[in-house]
């Protein structure tokens, strides 16, 4: 009942930053943890950062750490991701996702919304 369509990914060269954002529809988003994915054809779907419900609590994967900022805003069912300081190491289509429950981690299998993706490419 909730769709995500994300946007914002492109092109961009190493050490540039890039802003994704994740829009909801169906249904209000505020009481969903909400997380950023990335995936590599061939290769496992990798979590990025999460976000509780409220904001208060985020979570990063050690490989963006520092580099990388969740935020939501709930009262416009949108999600964001700014991404700066990028890499090649970064290049993978990002996906958002959406989870029932207010905290939902890095765990894959606790979310149950996903959006279709949209491609981020950093080059050298």
């Known amino acids: 009942q909730v769709q995500l369509v994300e946007s914002g990914g492109g092109l961009v060269q190493a050490g540039g930053s890039l802003r994704l954002s994740c829009v909801a529809s169906?249904?209000?988003?505020?009481?969903?943890?909400m997380g950023w994915f990335r995936q590599v054809p061939g290769l496992e779907r990798e979590f990025v950062a999460t976000?509780?419900?409220?904001?208060?609590?985020?979570v990063y994967a050690d490989s963006v750490k520092g580099r990388f900022t969740i935020s939501r805003d709930n009262a416009n069912n949108m999600l964001y991701l700014q991404m700066n300081s990028l890499k090649p190491e970064d290049t993978a289509v990002y996906s958002c996702?959406?989870?029932?429950?207010?905290?939902?981690?890095?765990?894959?299998?606790?979310?149950?919304?996903w959006g279709q993706g949209t491609q981020v490419t950093v080059s050298s």
């Open positions: 996702a959406a989870g029932r429950g207010g905290y939902a981690g890095s765990v894959i299998n606790h979310y149950t919304y």
């Open positions: 169906g249904r209000t988003i505020g009481t969903y943890a």
């Open positions: 976000i509780s419900y409220s904001g208060s609590n985020t």
